[in-house]
């Protein structure tokens, strides 16, 4: 990341831009730096001007205690403001909440594209995500970032022999140095149910899209979002799951934020 801005509380926000045109600012989900999203930012930069950054207390942003989501929809308005006054938002996964909640808060935001934002329509979510929430908060207060990281990737469904294979792996390291970010998202997804009352005042288009190959409940998610925005519209990517490849949901975008 070669810029810097700084937010609202004086946090430091490292960003890097690609390519030129309309500004695109795309924000990465729970367990993720810009990085993540540098290949989908190749991938739209000979059509937009596109803007990578790192979330606070991730890669090469700073924080401030404590959290709040108004902290990072603030460092979303700082990013906005120092490329221009005006750009579309992507979020996947917890981002894609983010970006949701940064577009209701009315901040200058053109279009909203989000991927598989892990809401709640299944019976028990609810649940699921108080329960989550008490044993992550209490694995971050005692400082076992490794249970912490366990403990979000059975969240995601991955499987237990998977899980201990990547506790011998090398980056297991990366991933517990950034495990404290994890009440970050997981405050970024509130109750896990979808916000109707915060969706019903989105005023820019939004766009949900979601994998075919990803479960149905995440499709029903993508739907509740489209359905409940005031201008929203769903789309499915053949083949795709969670893991979206760049390739297949870069010409979707462009189609969405060039129109």
Do not use: C
């Not at 979020?91 to 709640?120: C, D, K, N």
């Not at 140095?177 to 109707?196: F, H, K, W």
């Not at 998610?221 to 519209?233: F, L």
Request: no cysteine; aromatic share 6%; proline share 5%.
């Amino acid at each position: 990341m070669d810029k810097k801005t700084i937010s609202a509380d004086g946090t430091s926000i490292a960003y890097e831009i690609r390519g030129e045109g309309p500004v695109v600012i795309l924000v990465s989900g729970a367990m993720s730096t810009g990085g993540t999203v540098a290949p989908l930012a190749v991938a739209l930069a000979d059509r937009f001007r596109v803007v990578v950054y790192d979330r606070r207390g991730r890669g090469q942003s700073r924080d401030t205690p404590p959290y709040a989501v108004e902290r990072e929809v603030e460092d979303l308005a700082a990013l906005i403001e120092a490329v221009g006054g005006e750009a579309a938002l992507y979020g996947v996964s917890s981002g894609g909440a983010l970006v949701l909640h940064a577009a209701a808060s009315g901040m200058p935001v053109r279009q909203v594209a989000v991927y598989e934002v892990p809401f709640a329509v299944y019976e028990g979510g609810a649940k699921e995500r108080a329960e989550y929430t008490a044993r992550l908060t209490e694995a971050l207060a005692q400082g076992r970032r490794g249970d912490a990281v366990e403990l979000f990737l059975r969240l995601t469904g991955m499987a237990e022999q998977m899980i201990q294979g990547a506790r011998q792996s090398p980056m297991w390291a990366g991933m517990e140095t950034i495990a404290p970010s994890l009440a970050y998202d997981n405050a970024v997804m509130g109750d896990g149910l979808v916000p109707r009352d915060r969706l019903a005042s989105v005023g820019a288009p939004v766009l949900a899209v979601a994998g075919s190959a990803s479960p149905a409940w995440m499709h029903e998610a993508a739907r509740a979002v489209a359905e409940t925005v005031p201008e929203g519209s769903y789309r499915s990517l053949a083949g795709q799951t969670h893991m979206v490849e760049p390739g297949v949901l870069a010409p979707v975008l462009v189609e969405f934020f060039g129109g």
